[in-house]
């Protein structure tokens, strides 16, 4: 959803899906002077690719249409970030419970069974835009929440990385001579025995030494480091 900086949306585009032209005229009739912009497409590939590219305010779709059912329309809609909060009514023909059970499984916002009386279609409208007007700033708080929460974590793991970082390079050393003779290893990728080259003393204590020795493929198939205390050699590079 594009949200200005209030929470209200960017754009205020009321979006009609429907095959008949008689239908969308009667519908932006109904509806006139709610919306800056009216955008009538009649089939569903249209409606997903316009309602993708700018998210409208409101959508009032058939069930039945070519190419992308309302259904689908209405489900994949919802399943996006950029239109899950965008209303979506269904004003159909189709009057059966399956079909009106079917629409809200999709998740539609609202479903009205034509022929509706304008004023019924107006209402529905101005409700569901009240209501997305509040959930819009509902996720705006949420997302501004998430935020600096995200902004404190990355803090606190930084500060505590430096920290770390600060204490293991005091008591760290490099040497060519290390207590552990380094072992004799083979490159996993070529096989060939690497090339040691110097090794890290460390660890939390003089008791609880810690060793890395390093080595390099002299093939080139890059270096390598290995811990003797637990005897894994990893790739570094
Ligand atoms: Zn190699």
Excluded at 84 to 90: E, N
Excluded at 94 to 109: C, I, L, N, V
Excluded at 175 to 186: E, N, Q
Excluded at 198 to 206: K, L, N, T, Y
């Amino acid at each position: 959803m594009r949200v200005g900086k209030l929470g209200m949306p960017s754009t205020n585009t009321l979006l009609i899906v429907d095959p008949d032209p008689e239908a969308r005229a009667l519908c932006a009739a109904t509806l006139d002077g709610m919306f800056s912009d009216v955008c009538g497409v009649d089939d569903g590939r249209d409606a997903l690719v316009r309602a993708i590219d700018r998210p409208p305010a409101l959508i009032i779709s058939e069930i039945r249409l070519p190419f992308i059912s309302g259904l689908d329309l209405c489900a994949v809609l919802r399943s996006d970030a950029a239109t899950a909060a965008v209303p979506f009514a269904f004003v159909t023909a189709e009057g059966s419970e399956a079909a009106a059970a079917a629409a809200r499984a999709a998740g539609a916002s609202a479903v009205l069974v034509k022929p509706c009386a304008p004023d019924v279609v107006r209402a529905e409208a101005r409700r569901l835009i009240a209501r997305s007007g509040d959930l819009r700033r509902q996720g705006v708080a949420a997302r501004q929440e998430a935020a600096s929460q995200r902004a404190r974590s990355n803090e606190l793991l930084e500060r505590s990385g430096r920290q770390l970082t600060k204490v293991r390079s005091h008591q760290r050393q490099m040497t060519t001579t290390p207590p552990l003779v380094p072992a004799v290893l083979r490159c996993p990728v070529c096989d060939a025995t690497l090339r040691y080259e110097r090794s890290h003393v460390g660890g939390v204590s003089a008791v609880h030494a810690e060793q890395w020795d390093y080595y390099a493929c002299p093939i080139g198939c890059g270096d390598y480091q290995y811990r003797p205390r637990v005897r894994k050699l990893r790739h570094v590079s």
